[in-house]
């Protein structure tokens, strides 16, 4: 009896350990799902400062206070004119060139800035003139924030402080590195111990995921060009979506410039409070619903809806657009064999998972758990939106031949196909010649 026991209690062990072995790997596939999208150079930064999980947790506590010291700078002034500081953020080389040395006239800040969208200059103006003493600080913030950079990082390779730098030049990668520090600490553990096989899966999942894109996202087009009713919906949805989270840094002029179409909000100043989704950069509208108005206002496709959209509508805009919340629903249950059913990077396929598979469909709750996240509730979307603007979505969508910002769209979808991607392309990581995330022996792999 005691021999049984004993048995029964292993077998038990056993099991729980396996189950635990077969967690990790998923959980571990997940964060190699969100990084292989991104280019070969991003992907070997990442790959090199995960091997500092450390220095990656001493920045995000910078972070934490860096974004609220900012925040609170600017508190007291009205969203709109919040919104301006924001987007002067995205220029951090110009604002300190703006408040280095002697105050500078308004002709010569106009110099400066003669070479940046309209729309962009209005607002550097504007904020340079009315509060140049909180753009002092806002700079102050920024350079300080690079010189613990500097620190943290001065013991390392000259690789591997350029690719700390470039990791946070990129606060979406940022964010996944630093809010999955566990799944970051594995990652940068099995590229210590096999880094030629795991650059090697990264680069083979990067091709499938590309493919898989590439299907999934002809499939959406077909069914939306055979349907002219769906088509009426997506734009009556797009035009509701856009009263609620209308923003002035999209307009055809910035659309049309590629000199200026990647500039995030810096990592060290967060991305604005009132989005309930990691909203990094700027976008022109269509990148949000995955679609634009060509040539004689025809509906073009070029991808699925965002994750920020996707929010929007499974927790709210689906009550009124029943034809395409149903096209959503079989574009669901053709794929949902395949869909990443833990992904904590949630993007439209995993946002249609949390709403169809459940009985009971809460309201899509807030992004961030950070403390401004309780701010964010209080003042989103509290500002009524000016007739003149009301449609100005309509404009940002007007795409002429030729000015489609292949470039920032590319960034845009890289940054979000993790959260759009489905589990059939790939999964853990798996060495030459064992299982799981981990790989056979090998040092460190030097840039490719």
Known sequence: MLVLSCMLMAVTSLSFAQGMVD???????????????????????????????????????VQARTSQSFQDLIAGYPREEQEKFYQVTRFPE?????????????????????????????????????????????????QSSQATVDKLTAKYPAQVQQDFKKVIETPDVMNVLTDHIDLTVSLGE????????????????????TEQDAKD?????????????????MKQAAGEFAQQYDQDDTDPTY????????????????????YTSPMWYPTPFYYQTGFYYGPGGGLVVVGLPSRFYANWFFGFGYHHYPGLYN??????????????????????????YSHFSRTTRPAVTNGRTRSTTERAVSHQNTR????????????QMNVKPGNFNTRGYSHFNASSFHS???QGVGGGFHGGGGGGFHGGGGGMHGRR
């Open 420 to 422: 759009s991607g489905w």
């Open 23 to 61: 967690s990790l790997s998923q959980d571990e596939s997940q964060i190699i799902s969100a990084i292989a999208p991104y280019s070969s150079d991003m992907r070997a930064a990442i790959l090199d400062v995960a091997q500092y999980p450390q220095v990656l947790v001493k920045l995000e506590r």
């Open 94 to 142: 110009l604002t300190n060139t703006l408040t280095t040395g002697n105050r500078k006239s308004v002709d010569e800040v106009k110099t400066l800035i003669k070479d940046y969208p309209d729309n962009i200059q209005q607002q550097i103006l504007s904020v340079y003139q009315d509060h140049y003493n909180d753009l002092v600080k806002i700079n102050d913030i920024y």
């Open 327 to 352: 096209h959503y629903n079989t574009y669901y249950n053709v794929h949902r064999t395949d869909i990443i059913r833990r992904n904590v990077f949630r993007g439209f396929n995993n946002a249609a």
């Open 384 to 395: 009524t939106v000016s007739p003149a603007r009301s449609n100005s979505h309509v404009s």
């Open 255 to 274: 659309v049309a410039n590629n000199s200026y179409d990647n500039y995030p909000y810096p990592y060290w100043y967060g991305y604005p409070y009132w």
């Open 217 to 233: 996202l002809q499939e959406y087009k077909d069914a939306v060009a055979k349907d002219p009713k769906l088509q009426t919906e």
């Open 190 to 209: 099995s590229y210590k111990n096999d880094p030629a096989a795991v650059t090697q899966q990264l680069d083979d999942l990067n091709k499938k995921l």
